[in-house]
Structure formats: structure tokens, C-alpha cells
């Protein structure tokens, strides 16, 4: 085992890449992960770890969850792939269940390998039925890092090196509605926004913020395009997170949890209307692997289980649990911690270093616990567990960040 680490590390360095290596080295994350069930990681020698992680909100049912397995065996046997040609049973009753389940109006769905495609979906379908080329979108946003979806994410370190990008794009900062009432006009096609920025580090919109964007959008037939893609499927308390904020898209993205941790799952969904111009040409969007079988079974599967466990009620009591017990944590560690924030299962901590949180991932690793920085935003570490968590495994979490936390301020000293 101890050679089959060797041998990988060094596999990262020559043939993955080699600053990747030495990052997962530094941190002490340098372990090949080997199995995995429910909320447990094993490493090859045998070390287990909470996963609090959760694939950066993939994982909503855990590791390997048993009726999203069985489906995918099911159809393996079956048929994996798509001929293309035929009917394709498995995706026809998947876009009727997120059509039955997605808030107000959305109806019609392509369905695609990865939210940075299902982005790029929304924002062809948004320029195709408006006629316009205009898109609004916030800074410090994340939607993926294909040509289009990086045109609209919000931080120039990952713009920048591919520049020139998409023409067209303006931003805006997150919750500032006076923002985008100066930039909204007649040739917007849409606004593009996360209900709450993940990859920004778990920032929640003022209260009526959402709902004001909507307004705008109705004022100047702009199409509105929430990014469900971290947020969806129960993550936050509610089925999705535009359901706190009582408003509706034009268009909304799915993607990491909707294939149940099995397979890679992304979606668009939008309204009836909108897609006319997609039944005009149904070859104007397509995919090779997008919606084949085995990903619509996972993702069925998936669907039922969230809906059979109320998954989404469960995950805001333990959500509310969790937030409250972090924030007195953050009162006792106030010289290194700024703020905790979040609803359901999607925490950020806040760090007024970003060092800090660099040594918090690494003491975690230690006691057992994965977790991870929000990519904009390296003072802020997430906590996003499966929501299938239950309250003795927060607790055993909240102890051992108590003991963390005491070490960086050991640390840090």
C-alpha cells in the first residue's frame, strides 16, 4: 500500500500536475482515497475521515447511497449508453420529474454531463429567444469554467489568462440592486445569478434582493437565470434555494447532486415558452453523453430518495443546529474566526486570514474531518456534508473543530 501511494504522488507529479502535487503535500492531503460509504472516506492505509465536504455539495446522500447504485447496476445491464437515434425512456421521465418538481413555470430540460454545460445551455437559450446578447452577471460569482460559463464568473483570476472572452458580459456586485438598475436595459438577454454565492464564500443576498432582480428582469423582458447548481436539491432547507426568497426563474441550472454522488448529472430547465425555439430545432442544443441512461437512472434515483427522506426538512433543523452551534464557536475563537454564515447544510467560515484557514483544513485532516476553502474565497472554509448527517455526527465534528481551532491559535501564535 505504502508503494501504491508513492507511485501515485509521483503519477500526480509527472501526468496530473505537479503544482497540484505539492499543494495536496503541503496541506497534509497526500493520502490516495480508497472507499467510500455514507459519510466515510478511506484512505489505502486505512484512515478514516467524516466527509464535511461532500464534493463540494455532490454527495447529498453520501458515498456510494445504495438505491442510486442498485439503479445504475439495473441499467447497466440494460443499456449504459444512449443509441441517440430511438426514444430514451430514462430521460423522458427525468425531465418530467423536474419539471413537476423545479418553482413556478419551468417545465422543459436538457439534460447534460456538468453544471459549467448546463451554464452553457442557459445562456444560449437566453440569447436564442430574445434576440439579445446582453448578459448581466455578479462579481465574485462562479458558473464554471468552459468558454461561456467563465465569460460569466466573477473573479479575474480565472478570467484573465483566456481573455479575450465572451463579448457582451457586464458585471455587477452581488446585493447591490442599484447596481444592476444602472447596467439592466432593453438589450439584456439576462441576468444570470447564484441565489447564494458558493464558490464566493457562502454569501447570502439581503433579504429582498432576489426578489427585486426579478422585478427588474419582468421591467426590461430580461430573462432571469438562477444558478441552482450548489445550492439545488435540498441543500440550503429548501428544495431550492430561490424558495426562501419566494421567486422563480426563467431558467435554472442543476448539476453535482442531481446524480446522487454516482454519476455526473447536469441540467437546464426552463419555461414552456422559452423552449419553443429549441422545439423549432431540437439539433441547435445537443450531446453526445448528455442524458444517457445510466446518468437519468442515478438521477431518478436520486430525486426519490431526497423526496422520500425529506431530506430537505431534515437538512434545515440540522442545518439551523449546526449554524448555531458554529456561531458560539466563532464567539469563543473571535481573535481568528470574522464570521459563520449560511442556511440549511451550506456554512462558511469566515477567517480573518486566509492563512488561518489553510491551517484549519490541514488540523481537520488530522483529526479526521475533510473539508475545504470556497474557490473565490480562500478565507472562507466550508462545511457542506451529505444530508443524510445526523446529529451525532455534527457533534463529533463540533469537537474535534473545537480541538482544530485551538490548534491554529496555537499556531498562529
Known amino acids: 500500500m505504502e508503494d501504491l501511494s508513492k507511485t501515485t504522488m509521483e503519477n500526480y507529479k509527472e ?7 505539492r499543494l495536496l503535500k503541503f496541506m497534509g492531503l ?3 482515497e480508497w472507499e467510500a460509504d455514507g459519510l466515510t472516506v478511506k484512505d489505502i492505509t486505512g484512515n478514516e475521515y467524516l466527509d464535511f465536504l461532500g464534493g463540494y455539495g455532490t ?3 453520501g458515498h456510494k447511497p445504495p438505491k442510486v447504485v442498485q439503479a445504475v447496476k439495473e441499467q447497466l445491464d440494460l443499456m449504459p ?3 441517440k437515434i430511438l426514444l430514451n425512456q430514462p430521460l423522458a421521465q427525468l425531465a418530467e420529474e423536474l419539471g413537476r418538481i423545479a418553482p413556478g413555470n419551468l417545465k422543459n430540460s436538457f439534460i447534460c454531463n456538468s453544471g459549467t454545460e448546463a451554464v452553457e445551455g442557459a445562456l444560449k437559450l437566453a440569447r436564442l429567444a430574445t434576440g439579445r446578447s446582453k448578459i448581466i452577471t455578479t462579481e465574485n460569482s462562479f458558473h464554471g469554467k468552459s468558454y461561456g460559463a467563465l465569460s460569466v464568473t466573477g473573479r479575474d483570476i480565472f478570467r484573465k489568462p483566456f481573455e479575450p472572452l465572451l463579448s457582451g458580459i457586464e458585471f455587477v456586485p452581488f446585493g447591490n440592486i442599484k447596481s444592476l438598475e444602472q447596467k439592466i436595459d432593453y438589450e439584456t438577454a439576462a441576468v444570470i445569478i447564484e441565489p447564494i454565492q458558493g464558490e464566493g464564500g457562502i454569501i447570502l443576498p439581503p433579504e429582498n434582493y432576489l ?4 422585478e427588474l428582469c419582468d421591467k426590461y423582458e430580461t430573462l432571469l437565470i438562477l444558478d441552482e447548481i450548489q445550492t439545488g436539491l435540498g441543500r440550503t432547507g429548501k428544495m431550492f434555494a430561490c424558495q426562501h426568497y419566494r421567486v422563480s426563474p426563467d431558467i435554472l441550472t442543476l448539476a453535482k ?3 446522487g454522488g454516482v454519476m455526473p448529472v447536469g441540467a437546464v ?3 414552456a415558452d422559452l423552449w419553443e425555439v429549441f422545439n423549432q430545432n431540437p439539433f441547435l442544443h445537443t450531446s453526445t453523453f448528455g442524458g444517457n441512461q445510466l446518468a437519468c437512472r442515478a438521477a431518478l434515483a436520486t430525486l426519490k430518495e431526497v423526496q422520500n427522506r425529506d431530506l430537505v426538512n431534515s437538512t434545515q433543523k440540522l442545518g439551523d443546529y449546526l449554524l448555531q452551534n458554529l456561531k458560539q464557536l466563532a464567539i469563543k475563537y473571535s481573535n481568528v474566526i470574522q464570521e459563520v454564515r449560511g442556511k440549511g447544510l451550506m456554512i462558511g467560515i469566515e477567517f480573518k486570514d486566509e492563512s488561518y484557514g489553510g491551517l484549519l483544513i490541514s488540523e481537520l485532516v488530522k483529526e479526521g474531518v475533510l473539508v475545504a476553502y470556497t474557490l473565490n474565497q480562500q478565507k472562507v472554509v466550508r462545511l457542506e456534508p451529505p444530508l443524510i ?4 455526527e455534527l457533534d463529533s465534528v463540533l469537537i474535534k473543530l473545537d480541538r482544530a481551532l485551538s490548534k491554529v491559535i496555537e499556531l498562529a501564535s
Open 15 to 21: 501526468y496530473v500536475n505537479s503544482g497540484l502535487a
Open 30 to 32: 497526500d493520502k490516495v
Open 59 to 61: 454527495f447529498i446522500l
Open 81 to 83: 449508453l444512449s443509441s
Open 211 to 214: 426578489l427585486q432582480v426579478r
Open 257 to 259: 447532486a442531481l446524480g
Open 269 to 271: 430547465v426552463a419555461t
Open 389 to 392: 448527517v445526523v446529529k451525532k
